[in-house]
Nanobody, 124 residues
Framework: VQLVESGGGLVQTGGSLRLSCVTS????????IAWFRQAPGKEREGLSC????????YYSDTAKGRFITSRDTTQNTVYLTMNKLKPEDTAVYYC??????????????????WGKGTLVTVSS
């Protein structure tokens, strides 16, 4: 399984950016893809998680309202659209993937497959 993020870069406060995560190697469509970020000196933070099969998406409180996660099933790509960016959004953004929880199909607590990340810098 491989995940490759792209779309990071430098953006001004208030701007928008769309990150992409291309996945490959999964057998079938029954998996979830999550977005995380890690700012300098801080712990990794979960942002969202989307189910490949039906697009149901879960958001953390941090991501609700400004971030949108979507998927393109034909391209095996998941997007993270970030709006009204703030300097505190500066971080390395990662996508991760795994099979959904067998109990209820939700996103698992831990993810086994990770991309290398893409850096987002928001200037003030």
């Amino acid at each position: 399984v491989q995940l490759v993020e792209s779309g990071g870069g430098l953006v001004q406060t208030g701007g928008s950016l769309r990150l992409s995560c291309v996945t490959s190697g999964f057998t079938g469509d029954r998996y979830v893809i999550a977005w995380f970020r890690q700012a300098p000196g801080k712990e990794r933070e979960g942002l969202s998680c989307i189910r490949k099969t039906d697009g149901i998406t879960y958001y953390s409180d941090t991501a609700k309202g400004r971030f949108i996660t979507s998927r393109d099933t034909t391209q095996n790509t998941v997007y993270l659209t970030m709006n009204k960016l703030k300097p505190e959004d500066t971080a390395v953004y990662y996508c991760a993937a795994d099979r959904p929880s067998p109990l209820d199909g939700s996103c698992p607590v831990t993810m086994n497959y990770w991309g290398k990340g893409t850096l987002v810098t928001v200037s003030s």
